[in-house]
């Protein structure tokens, strides 16, 4: 990975790397995520390919030092183009030994391991469940580089005089920690400085302690024998033009203003919290600017009601929660369906069932989203693949769902929603238009509207209250073609289940035909859907790279599928699906295609990484 | 957006009450207390000076749920329980509607209970009005949150063992703005009751006694009889003392204890009498009137609380234009390029 360069001017050597992976855990009190963040800032600043993996417990505070209290951030930056936050780390950053016990396994061999020195004291190793400081006792730590820095005791050293309390000084420690890995990877500090300066302006004294600890951490790395050597990643070859760092969340934010905006319309979110869709809700409340109106609802289901509410008078209505609200928001969701009204419901998978696991990503609620309501109900299902591609496919499903009068799914996960990417600005002239009619005139016989009088397209209209002659009702009982007026009969019920679902199938002739990463026909097709997508693509281009037949098709579009997906299938002699569920696209695509699909499934809360990936295609491609 | 209640400058038709009835066949059971309820509902929208296309019913699930069918308006049956919610969503995205909510014992106060408490909390610009008639009708004939205890339906043949809710009281309970009662077959007193919901800013919430004649009938005999509701009911007027009988000539007081008692005025002066006061600012009047139940206390009927408060979807709004002015109308390129950029050349 590495060739060692001698750099003029520099007291240690200065050796180029390619790609780092980073991973900083402590307790979840120890400020790990801001660690993680602003290292990831930095790096995006001066160019790098960046890819963040947040991993925090459910409970805010779990009891410190515990190992359930274990907060982690992982990062990948790199000079190439890269799609995950890294398999194996380099630098692991352990703040506590319940950090370390939780962590070590993941660090390679070889590996940079930083520990703070100070916090190895007898009760936290027995909180951690070591019996004797692994630091100093047997050989478990012998494969790594080991640094044991003593960094409360620095922390506190360094921001002596400025009359914090100690409490408040070892708050500070993360900023030293920070400022040694600066230091080991020769980042420039400036953003962060800034960020301190910031965000602690009406706390000076703060804002200098925290100055001091970063400054302290890189003069530690500087000066001691303990680090001989730091390294330095060079920008990467990304497309020019201007970028910013975003997760998942923000990026379905902006995806929602931004189709509001392009239809000309006002936007409606209604939500409920919960983990991981919050900041969405969180995100959109602050654009009111923008015309935007959020409700935080009594529950999940007053969220998707007001939603069809809103939608019913001609707001581009949003909802977005995960498992258990999502589970609680299917009546709604069939109510939306029989009254063909358009709406948006963002997906967060997480971990299940029940409460599962809040805060790990899984892709488990695919039947959920697709089956979960009573009745033959469909709707159209995207996924999105990576945090950035959460901005395109919010606009998609919103323009799918005005469009064709549906409610869609939008379905992303914990890990493409809370993880970031450097993310091209976009040009707003590129983006697809979005058209949205409200008729005015009656389209019946005579003077009457029909409220289900439908297009080519099966579309009925969309007249919204306000609208003088085109009063109509609209409800989830039963009812008939063309007026909409209730109707029991059975053979209209047929007809009318038999349109609704010709009318989503219908959305394959507006999506576009699947594409496929290497050949277009061979041995192995892995197909995959969300976040997976990274360690997908890498994956097989790694096999590719080793001449190995093989192909990715990562599906964003579910239901309906892509008219070509069924002939792409047929061109390969074996198809693997990884997921990280029991194998639900699987289910599905063997129901439609009759194709003998194999699944790799993992459901361990975390995503697959690259070796697992390119493992399990090599067995299934079998000696070569 | 215009307020629903201000009239344009363009003349309005004068519409009658059939400009209101759709064309729908009505289907609840004949002599039910909601054909009543629906003859007084289309005789005051054409006295509203509001314009049909801008007024919407919303429904949950339940006999009384069917009523936007019968209306000529804009309408949405919904589903059970989730009406005030699905109306909260459509006020909040327009204001510019009169927004309406039929509901039932079941729909509002079980299955939508928490919709209901919550929707008159934010005080959402809703008229909601409750058909109760202490039974599950659609689903013929089981026992309702405001079915009196002991009471003998098909799922409680012994007698059902739960303590019922008071409608008025959980409105109360949740700060509502506007508060009133009356009765499905008291045409007069209900349509000034309809009116003075439809004329209030902020949630109204109206308990209608409503007389299931198959399953729960003459629950409300004590309110509806003519002769005998002027000797169960008290009709409430602001200011007033608390009077009532053929002959006016009994009251209501509060003893030393602060509890409601019913006196004779022979020998008690009607300054002594509780008076009656919708605007009082605390709701501990309107409470103490929700909790005199017939037949140990006659029954308000009419107007409990009517006090003014900013509405929902009025702060709603106002807090979307209050940002634009602040921050001006939003910039999508000004929003991607907010926070940390750099560029790649």
Known sequence: MSTATETEGQAKDLQELESVVIRFCGDSGDGMQLAGTQFTNVSAAFGNDVSTLPDFPAEIRAPAGSLAGVSGFQLCFSSSDIYTPGDEVDTLVAMNPAALKTNVKDLKRGGTLIVNDDAFDKSNLQKAHYDDNPLDVGDSLAGYHLHRVPMTRLTRDAVEGLGLSQREADRCKNFFALGLVYWLYDRDPKPTEEWIQTKFSKHPSIAEANLRALKAGQNYGDATESFAVHYKVAPADLPPGMYRKITGNEAVAFGLVTAAKLAKQELFYGGYPITPASDILHELSKLKHFGVRTFQAEDEIAAITSVIGAAFGGALAVTASSGPGIALKGEGIGLAVMTELPLVIVNVQRGGPSTGLPTKTEQSDLFLSYFGRNGDCPLPLLAAQSPGDCFEMAQEAMRIAVEHMTPVFLLTDGYIANGAEPWPIPNLADLKPIQVTHPTEPNGNGDGYLPYLRDERLVRPWAVPGTPGLEHRLGGIEKSDGTGNVDYDPQNHQHMVETRQRKIDLIADDIPEQEVFGPDQGELLVVSWGGPFGAVRTAVDHCLKEGKSVAHCHLRYINPFPRNLGDLLGRYRKVLVPELNMGQLRMILRGKYLVDAVGYNKIQGKPFLVSEVVARIKKMLGPT | ????????????????????????????????????????????????????????????????????????????????????????????????????????????????????????????????????????????????????????????????????????????????????????????????????????KGTAFVEVYQDCNVFNSGAFEFASKKNEKVNNCIYLEDGKPLVFGANLDKGVRLNGKGEAEVVSLNGVKQDDLLFHNEAAKEPAHAFKLARMRWPEMPEAMGVFRCIQKKSYDQEVDEQVEETIAKYGEGDLEALFNSGDTWEVT
């Open chain 2, 1 to 200: 957006m215009p307020d629903a209640m201000s009239t344009s400058d363009v003349e309005l038709p004068v519409l009658t009450p059939k400009d209101f009835a759709s064309d729908q066949e009505i289907r609840w059971c004949p002599r039910c207390g909601d054909y009543s309820i629906l003859a007084q509902m289309k005789k005051i929208l054409p006295t509203l000076g509001i314009p049909r296309e801008k007024i919407v019913f919303i429904s949950g699930i339940g006999c009384s749920s069917r009523f936007p069918y019968y209306m000529n308006t804009y309408g949405f049956h919904t589903i059970h329980g989730r009406a005030p919610a699905v109306a909260t969503g459509l006020k909040v995205a327009r204001p510019d509607l009169q927004v309406w909510v039929v509901t039932g014992d079941g729909d509002g106060l079980s299955i939508g209970g928490n919709h209901l408490m919550h929707a008159i909390r934010r005080n959402v610009d809703l008229k909601i009005i409750m058909f109760n008639n202490q039974i599950y009708g659609l689903t013929k004939g089981q026992y309702s949150p405001t079915s009196p205890l002991g009471k003998r339906t098909k799922s409680s043949p012994y007698g059902s063992l739960d303590y019922p809710l008071s409608p008025l009281s959980v409105a109360i309970g949740s700060d509502a703005t506007f508060v009133a009662r009356s009765v499905d077959v008291d045409i007069k007193h209900l349509t000034m009751v309809l009116e003075r919901a439809a004329a209030h």
